[in-house]
């Protein structure tokens, strides 16, 4: 059981499975909340869930939020951090897929390397890698 559960809103979950789960590679798997509700993705790392559901699914459930989710951009003031290993082969797959990269791989002092980016919705994602 997770201790704690991030919900995000995008535009398409293939598209987000295609980043989060192809390039990225990381443990991402549809959910089924309910019969007849529409597919969630979870990400499940250390006792923590990031969730992704489609807007459209979420406003037809709680059209309340309509308003709100179309006012504000997605991400404002979010930062999804993932320690991941192959940086460097995501970093080739982003240009190969023309993703683009907000501050280069880059290379630290104490060893590690980071590379930052928008995913297919606009949230800001960090990727770092440890380098021995």
């Known amino acids: 059981m997770s201790t704690f559960s991030l919900q995000l809103t995008v535009d398409d979950i293939a598209t987000t499975e295609a980043f989060y789960g192809g ?35 979420v406003v037809r459930e709680h059209p309340l939020l309509e308003e709100q989710l179309a006012t504000f951009p997605r991400g404002v003031g979010v930062a999804l951090r993932f320690v991941v290993a192959g940086l ?13 990269i907000l501050i ?3 290379r630290h002092r104490y060893g590690g390397m980071e590379l930052w980016c928008y995913d297919p919705d606009g949230y800001l994602v960090i990727l770092e890698e440890a380098v021995r």
């Open 23 to 57: 390039i990225l590679e990381l443990p991402v798997s549809r959910i089924i909340t309910a019969p007849g509700s529409p597919d969630m993705l979870v990400v499940r790392q250390d006792g923590c869930e990031l969730v992704f559901a489609e807007e459209s699914a």
């Open 88 to 100: 460097e082969e995501i970093r080739d797959a982003f240009e190969e897929e023309g993703i683009e």
């Open 104 to 106: 280069p791989l880059t």
